[in-house]
DNA sequence: AAAACATGCTCAT
DNA sequence: TGAGCCTGTTTTA
């Protein structure tokens, strides 16, 4: 259930609540015994995300790498501080107190406060028993976060993480200052427009550029009101530049919101109202049939990648090629720019 | 009760 | 391109 927005989120939960403590590192379901013996009792040095990645550095110069895959999650209890400035700090109102559980991996929600919610979970022994298939359980007397289904689980040595990393294209939310961010969104482009796969491929090739699922690649595309079925070379600078700031915008903002809503025709009150209904977050990923939300026509499914890819088959359009002057010659790219597309550049908010 | 499905990725063919 | 893996929820029989 996680794209990069989850996983940057996770990464910073643990970063306040368990960086600079030693940790009590056990495997409740057994699948990771050794690894959670190597690590138990050491302090934990940093926590970070690059794309899907998670990286937890310990004293010891370890690395825990998690991928959550498709069905991975974390849960936490106990003592827990808010993850954004400003929203509404139970915790920061005095003394540290036990929270429901939060899970994070997809929509953060929380349990109903009758069964096995805020009451319960008060007035339940800690640390709680573990639910379901723990893989890992990072501990601190206050605080409990429980991994449960990881695609990928491992202690590596810093070579070893070094050599993830460097698999990984750009992630913008990894990035400071505008210097970073241009250069990274330039190698972002070129890497897009350097290949004559669909650009819909490549955006959730993690080497192109890191964190983005299928939900993420879908929205980024209708925002483009790019055909995605476009090859990655025909794809205008404009257009692949709009990409990645468009991604920097929507990462941002899925961090801040724990979850993906990408329509930015929505209100204040309707950006509420789809954080509790998911049929009214998205342009077009998971509407096939339904009219889409600009131009009436039927939303198109179909697989791509392995995936299923909603388009809307109208706004979405394969930009005008210039085929000739490609393969003659390494165009000059001042005088045949983009002119005519008729592209809208959402901007998001 | 069983099957289908899901915001991912790797490996073999 | 397809199978396999990880786990939990929703839909179908």
Same mark, same amino acid.
């Given at each position: 259930?996680?794209?990069?927005?989850?996983?940057?989120?996770?990464?910073?939960?643990?970063?306040?609540?368990?960086?600079? /403590?030693?940790? /009590?590192?056990?495997?409740?379901?057994?699948?990771?015994?050794?690894?959670?013996?190597?690590?138990?009792?050491?302090?934990?040095?940093?926590?970070?995300? +690059?794309?899907?990645?998670?990286?937890?550095?310990?004293?010891?110069?370890? +690395?825990?790498?998690?991928?959550?895959?498709?069905?991975?999650?974390?849960?936490?209890?106990?003592?827990?501080?808010?993850?954004?400035?400003?929203?509404?700090?139970?915790?920061?109102?005095?003394?540290?107190?036990?929270?429901?559980?939060?899970?994070?991996? &997809?929509?953060?929600?929380?349990?109903?406060?009758?069964?096995?919610?805020?009451?319960?979970?008060?007035?339940?022994?800690?640390?709680?028993?573990?639910?379901?298939?723990?893989?890992?359980?990072?501990?601190?007397?206050?605080? +409990?976060?429980?991994?449960?289904?990881?695609?990928?689980? &491992?202690?590596?040595?810093?070579?070893?993480?070094?050599?993830?990393?460097?698999?990984?294209?750009?992630?913008?939310?990894?990035?400071?200052?505008?210097?970073?961010?241009?250069? =990274?969104? /330039?190698?972002?482009?070129?890497?897009?427009?350097?290949?004559?796969?669909?650009?819909?491929?490549?955006?959730?090739?993690?080497?192109?550029? =890191?964190? +983005?699922?299928?939900?993420?690649?879908?929205?980024?595309?209708?925002?483009?009101?790019?055909?995605?079925?476009?090859?990655?070379?025909?794809?205008?600078?404009?257009?692949?530049?709009?990409?990645?700031?468009?991604?920097? =915008?929507?990462?941002?903002?899925?961090?801040?919101?724990?979850?993906?809503?990408?329509?930015?025709?929505?209100?204040?009150?309707?950006?509420?109202?789809?954080?509790?209904?998911?049929?009214?977050?998205?342009?077009?990923?998971?509407?096939?049939?339904?009219?889409?939300?600009?131009?009436?026509?039927?939303?198109?499914?179909?697989?791509?990648?392995?995936?299923?890819?909603?388009?809307?088959?109208?706004?979405?359009?394969?930009?005008?090629?210039?085929?000739?002057? /490609?393969?003659?010659?390494?165009?000059?790219?001042?005088?045949?720019?983009?002119?005519?597309?008729?592209?809208?550049?959402?901007?998001?908010?």
């Amino acid at each position: 259930m996680p794209e990069g927005h989850t996983v940057h989120r996770v990464a910073r939960q643990l970063e306040l609540d368990l960086v600079g /403590r030693p940790l /009590r590192v056990t495997s409740p379901q057994g699948r990771f015994a050794a690894g959670a013996e190597r690590l138990d009792g050491q302090v934990l040095a940093a926590s970070s995300a +690059v794309g899907k990645q998670l990286f937890l550095t310990f004293a010891s110069g370890d +690395v825990l790498r998690v991928h959550l895959g498709l069905y991975g999650a974390w849960d936490f209890y106990g003592r827990l501080s808010p993850l954004v400035a400003g929203e509404a700090a139970w915790g920061s109102m005095g003394a540290p107190r036990l929270r429901r559980a939060v899970r994070m991996g &997809e929509d953060e929600r929380e349990q109903p406060a009758d069964e096995g919610g805020l009451v319960a979970t008060l007035h339940q022994a800690f640390p709680p028993e573990p639910v379901g298939q723990v893989r890992v359980r990072l501990a601190t007397s206050e605080t +409990v976060a429980d991994l449960r289904g990881p695609s990928a689980c &491992e202690v590596l040595d810093p070579a070893g993480a070094e050599a993830v990393l460097a698999r990984l294209g750009p992630d913008p939310a990894t990035l400071t200052g505008d210097d970073e961010r241009t250069a =990274a969104g /330039r190698e972002v482009v070129r890497r897009l427009r350097a290949r004559n796969v669909a650009v819909g491929q490549l955006l959730m090739d993690q080497s192109v550029v =890191a964190g +983005v699922g299928n939900i993420y690649r879908a929205v980024l595309l209708f925002r483009a009101r790019l055909d995605p079925r476009t090859p990655g070379r025909d794809v205008p600078e404009r257009t692949a530049a709009a990409l990645w700031t468009d991604w920097a =915008a929507l990462l941002a903002d899925g961090i801040a919101d724990g979850m993906i809503i990408t329509r930015e025709d929505l209100t204040p009150d309707q950006r509420q109202a789809a954080r509790a209904d998911p049929t009214l977050r998205h342009w077009v990923y998971g509407r096939a049939g339904e009219p889409c939300r600009v131009c009436g026509t039927p939303v198109v499914v179909e697989d791509m990648a392995a995936r299923k890819l909603y388009r809307c088959p109208r706004c979405q359009r394969r930009p005008r090629t210039r085929t000739t002057t /490609r393969t003659r010659t390494t165009r000059t790219s001042t005088s045949t720019s983009t002119s005519t597309t008729t592209r809208r550049t959402t901007t998001p908010r």
